[in-house]
């Protein structure tokens, strides 16, 4: 299940098809090898739902397609739930300067309703993992404007959040794409409300 705002192609049941992608995913890559490019974004989708084996994979793809880049930044977005240690460390070990998790919002009724699988203890767990890890920077997504949503509940996960002290945070408003289940639903954002939203969480992000 994909959350009710996404509008990237996804298909279920596919689990088993990653290892031909990566191997598409490499040849493609190889048909640009004069390129040296010096920071590497691994996302748009959830590649954290890839196994251990198959983030390895990835990496030794990239390596073998660009074998002339020394990345300067190399970052991985991932999911609560598709996350672990292990899966931490390896990201680490394999030159990972950044990880970008996913939370959206510390309201777990809110979290159910926009389709994440995950809840705000989910999230913190894996947090302090990926600090106990090191080595890493660590990034925060998150959205306003969401159904349902208060200026206060937004508010209150941007406290939660600033708390950690993360090194990266990322603030998207809601947009309801077509042929989202949002956009089934006839779901419409607030657009005076995700305004203020917006002002006030620069104005709490400020120092």
Not at 2 to 7: A, G, Q, R, T
Not at 27 to 54: D, F, K, N, V
Not at 63 to 89: H, I, M, Q
Not at 191 to 200: I, P, S, T, Y
């Amino acid at each position: 299940m994909k959350c009710f705002y996404c509008d990237f192609a996804a298909f279920s049941g596919q689990s088993k098809t990653a290892r031909r992608y990566l191997s598409a995913l490499e040849r493609e890559a190889g048909l640009m090898p004069e390129r040296t490019p010096s920071t590497l974004y691994i996302g748009g989708g959830t590649p954290s739902e890839l196994s251990c084996e198959e983030i390895s994979l990835l990496f030794d793809s990239i390596g073998k397609a660009y074998p002339r880049s020394r990345f300067v930044e190399t970052t991985f977005e991932g999911n609560p739930e598709s996350l672990d240690g292990g899966k931490l460390k390896l990201l680490r070990e394999r030159g990972t300067t950044r990880l970008s998790i996913g939370l959206q919002t510390c309201d777990d009724a809110l979290l159910k309703s926009i389709g994440r699988r995950h809840s705000a203890d989910d999230f913190f767990r894996i947090y302090r993992e990926a600090r106990a890890v090191g080595g890493m920077d660590l990034s925060v997504d998150l959205m306003y404007g969401l159904p349902g949503q208060s200026l206060e509940s937004l508010l209150h996960t941007l406290d939660f959040v600033l708390a950690l002290e993360p090194e990266h945070l990322s603030l998207y408003g809601l947009q309801v794409e077509d042929r989202t289940l949002f956009a089934k639903r006839g779901v419409e954002p607030d657009e005076d409300l995700g305004r203020e939203m917006f002002e006030a969480a620069l104005e709490r992000i400020s120092p």
